[in-house]
T-cell receptor
Framework: GAVVSQHPSWVICKSGTSVKIECRSL??????MFWYRQFPKQSLMLMAT?????????EQGVEKDKFLINHASLTLSTLTVTSAHPEDSSFYIC??????????????FGNGTRLTVT | SQQGEEDPQALSIQEGENATMNCSYK?????LQWYRQNSGRGLVHLIL?????REKHSGRLRVTLDTSKKSSSLLITASRAADTASYFC???????????FGKGTKLTVNP
């Protein structure tokens, strides 16, 4: 149980285009999802907290107009990288708690999306 | 911001040996969690230890927590080649639900 599906697993796009990444909780409801970014051989950096039915909360230094987050239902959050540039190339990973379980429970992660901007 | 700092950054051992990874953190925590990441994949939760616990076991994994020293260790006993991965500690700070990850230890288990 507690499976998080992330799609696509990899994407290559041209500079200036936008890319949408989907994160779905397949067998549980997630009122909150977390989006992380990971550079090669580095740790995960929290980008934003996605809240169902309300605006996302962005971490300091993350441009909310560049990384658009929508959490329209209890099982789907999307991250759109707008006007992508080569420096946006990275590994993006989403995660979620089971609904009702917050900081004292494990996070369930998707398998990540490798974004390459050419 | 980074909270946990793992040590060592990289560890290479032979199959059958034990692997110990350490994690230090800076602020008060609700719990500390260990995750595993295979190359190019998402993270898999291993163990969660609460701030009032000192030790926890799960199969070949043993985690300790010393809140006075703000440190934790992950021991993998009788390692296998399949244990090759990066291991991260992560903490939830008091009053927050955000999980903040350390830099990770890259473990290589040679067959």
């Amino acid at each position: 149980g507690a499976v998080v599906s992330q799609h696509p697993s990899w994407v290559i796009c041209k500079s200036g285009t936008s890319v949408k990444i989907e994160c779905r909780s397949l067998d549980f409801q997630a009122t909150t999802m977390f989006w992380y970014r990971q550079f090669p051989k580095q740790s995960l950096m929290l980008m934003a907290t996605s809240n169902e039915g309300s605006k996302a909360t962005y971490e300091q230094g993350v441009e909310k107009d560049k990384f658009l987050i929508n959490h329209a239902s209890l099982t789907l959050s999307t991250l759109t990288v707008t006007s992508a540039h080569p420096e946006d190339s990275s590994f993006y990973i989403c995660s979620a708690h089971l609904a009702g379980q917050r900081g004292n429970s494990p996070l369930h992660f998707g398998n990540g999306t490798r974004l390459t901007v050419t | 911001s980074q909270q946990g700092e793992e040590d060592p950054q990289a560890l290479s051992i032979q199959e059958g040996e034990n692997a110990t990874m350490n994690c230090s953190y800076k602020t008060s925590i609700n719990n500390l969690q260990w995750y595993r990441q295979n190359s190019g994949r998402g993270l898999v939760h291993l163990i969660l230890i609460r701030s009032n616990e000192r030790e926890k076991h799960s199969g070949r994994l043993r985690v300790t927590l010393d809140t006075s020293k703000k440190s934790s260790s992950l021991l993998i006993t009788a390692s296998r080649a399949a244990d090759t991965a990066s291991y991260f500690c992560a903490t939830v700070q008091g009053g927050s639900e955000k999980l903040v990850f350390g830099k990770g230890t890259k473990l290589t288990v040679n067959p």
